[in-house]
């Protein structure tokens, strides 16, 4: 994967490029101290991932992840965690806490690899929605896919990543608000911009994330309010 650095901190660039020189399937075309000056790199589609800082001088991260027409993958590298439920909002990778420790960088790589050896294959799609299933349609042949066995479903732009109960994991070219207006509103429950669930495998939830099958999923505050109204309110049991 071709990444680019984006951080006016000598010293975290440095630290970074150290990591990415340990990693054979990166491949470093550009370093950057502020957000505008990578901009001719990245419209020129040479880039997979970025590693972008927040507070710098000029733009900050989240403000230019918003004027990024196609979105390259972009994994958070930031001394702020109190960015993160917007930087996931933004459909970010991954958020990593300056400072970035060597195991939790290769976890974050990992995930953006995973993304992008899905992307680079021949997509999905779906082809038809029935009353306890859902059928992709891949590669010459139909997959059928229960609802009970889908986890949750994350967005990422022209994409969709299918995360099933079994661990198993299917990409498919499709928004994901076309896939949640058709898949039942009973099971599934948009809680984020880029996140829809299945609400049978809450575990607990918490003021801005969801705790599901041992993994935490955003809960973003433009969605909040109608998932507790209708999702846990209804649900509640009284005193």
Not at 24 to 31: E, K, M, R, Y
Not at 113 to 127: F, G, H, M, R, T
Not at 134 to 155: C, H, M
Not at 174 to 199: A, D
């Amino acid at each position: 994967m071709n990444v680019i650095i984006i951080d006016d901190e000598p010293l975290a660039r440095e630290g970074l490029e150290l990591y990415i020189q340990k990693l054979p399937n990166l491949n470093l075309v550009g370093q950057f101290a502020n957000a505008l000056a990578a901009n001719e790199r990245i419209a020129k589609n040479e880039v997979d991932l970025i590693l972008l800082d927040i507070e710098m001088s000029g733009i900050n991260g989240m403000d230019f992840i918003r004027t990024l027409k196609n979105q390259p993958m972009i994994i958070m590298t930031t001394a702020y965690p109190e960015y993160a439920l917007e930087g996931f909002e933004l459909d970010v990778v991954d958020y990593l806490i300056k400072p970035i420790r060597l195991e939790r960088f290769i976890k974050a790589i990992n995930k953006a690899q995973e993304i992008y050896s899905l992307k680079n294959n021949i997509p999905a799609a779906v082809e038809s929605i029935e009353s306890d299933f859902i059928y992709i349609k891949s590669d010459r042949k139909f997959i059928r896919l229960f609802y009970k066995d889908i986890l949750y479903i994350k967005g990422m732009k022209d994409y969709v990543m299918i995360f099933g109960a079994d661990a198993k994991k299917l990409m498919t070219a499709m928004n994901l608000g076309t896939i949640t207006k058709q898949l039942p509103s009973e099971i599934f429950v948009r809680v984020s911009k880029s996140h829809l669930i299945n609400i049978n495998f809450i575990d607990a939830v918490e003021t801005d994330f969801i705790q599901l099958a041992g993994e935490e999923i955003p809960l973003g505050r433009t969605y909040k309010d109608h998932f507790v109204e209708n999702y846990i309110k209804k649900n509640l049991i009284g005193r």
